[in-house]
């Protein structure tokens, strides 16, 4: 076991600040600038810290066979919530519908990293090697930097926004 901290500690303050997010969403109220600037901020950093955590931690925790399970059940919930966040853009925003749609993105993303915290992240610790950990650090914040650039805001056709 390695002193494997300081990826979990940055990947946590990645969550905290999406909590952060999710609650100022939670505060807003139809089709506002604010709201459309906070899902936009949101769903960008989700999808680049996603990517990050997929090729930095994933990546290197799909090789190890004790935590294979618990890798593939968080990139799957990765796709899930992907597909939710362009599921919620192709809403209309003023409509009850959003924040229906809203509510289940907020529960369903705070178990996910609830989860990651709680239960993955000491598991994973346990079997991450000095390389390993040099792998990460290299590798999350460069990979978030160049995703983030490029995450967009990919709502669904509003035709074929879930009911």
């Known amino acids: 076991m390695t002193d494997s901290t300081d990826i979990f500690d940055r990947l946590k303050q ?3 600040r999406h909590r952060d997010l999710l609650d100022k969403m939670a505060g807003t109220k139809g089709e506002t600038d604010r709201r459309k600037t906070l899902l936009e901020e949101f769903t960008k ?13 994933y990546s290197t925790m799909l090789r ?12 799957a919930e990765h796709h899930e ?7 919620l853009a192709a809403t209309d ?15 369903d993303y705070r178990h996910h990293i609830n989860e990651e915290e709680e239960d993955h992240f000491p598991d994973f610790e346990k079997h991450l090697t000095s390389e390993d950990e040099q792998h ?17 805001v990919t709502p669904e056709k509003k035709e074929d926004a879930k009911e």
């Open 45 to 57: 950093e989700v999808k680049s810290h996603a990517a990050a955590e997929e090729q930095a931690l």
């Open 14 to 16: 990645d969550h905290d």
């Open 81 to 87: 919530l992907d597909e939710a966040l362009n599921d």
């Open 93 to 107: 925003m003023s409509s009850d519908e959003w924040m229906e749609k809203f509510r289940q993105l907020d529960h």
């Open 64 to 75: 190890k066979p004790p935590t294979t399970d618990e890798t593939r059940h968080s990139v």
């Open 136 to 152: 990460m650090r290299a590798v999350f914040d460069r990979r978030k930097e160049a995703e983030r650039a490029s995450a967009e």
